[in-house]
T-cell receptor
């Protein structure tokens, strides 16, 4: 069965420091991969997505993610974190047949000044 | 502006009452979804619909019901059979197929006492 694992429940970084959020997936075929961000009490906003091609994808707000098939990973990165990046981040995998998404349990990011 | 609306933002009900959460989209998407979000558990799929007049159960459908009479609307009813209905409910829509990103509404926080 498809699954997504985000091993870090909570991460704290200093403003201006780099960030990497981990995501591992289990899926038999080529996955469609997504990262979303959620501010408290709000819906989810799409940061970036990977379908095929270049394994390094750029998203909004200065985020990027790299797809590594050999490691079944799709880690999210940002070179310099801003206080406004504090939020919950979700990784998701979509089936290439059918309509379902599978979400990780999320990583909560705290940014300290 | 295109998007997904959910109403109301906050909803309070007494135990034993059914309650219906609204979800409307003007993105012309075929597929719509309902998720439940509890702290530390990520998003869990309740129901989804790929086309008008058709819908499928997700992972936690017990105690919930839906209808899809119009393409733009996918209301969710939380029935009295749902044992633990207090949660944050998110509606999403997408083009048909798991390769397409899902767009989320702002959510409805339901509190049942």
């Amino acid at each position: 069965a498809q699954s997504v694992t985000q091993p870090d429940i909570h991460i704290t970084v200093s403003e201006g420091a780099s960030l990497e959020l981990r995501c591992n997936y289990s899926y038999g075929a080529t996955p469609y991969l997504f990262w979303y961000v959620q501010s408290p009490g709000q819906g989810l906003q799409l940061l970036l997505k990977y379908f095929s091609g270049d394994t390094l994808v750029q998203g909004i707000k200065g985020f990027e993610a790299e797809f590594k098939r050999s490691q079944s990973s799709f880690n999210l990165r940002k070179p310099s974190v801003h206080w406004s990046d504090a939020a919950e981040y979700f990784c998701a995998v979509g089936e290439n047949t059918g309509n379902q998404f599978y979400f990780g349990t999320g990583t909560s990011l705290t940014v300290i000044p | 502006d295109g998007g997904i609306t959910q109403s109301p933002k906050y909803l309070f009900r007494k135990e034993g009452q059914n309650v219906t959460l609204s979800c409307e989209q003007n993105l012309n998407h075929d597929a719509m979804y309902w998720y439940r979000q509890d702290p530390g558990q990520g998003l869990r799929l309740i129901y989804y619909s790929q086309i008008v007049n058709d819908f499928q159960k997700g992972d936690i459908a017990e105690g919930y019901s839906v209808s899809r009479e119009k393409k733009e609307s996918f209301p969710l009813t939380v029935t009295s059979a749902q044992k633990n209905p207090t949660a944050f409910y998110l509606c999403a829509s997408s083009r048909a197929g798991g390769s397409y990103e899902q767009y989320f509404g702002p959510g409805t926080r339901l509190t049942v006492t």
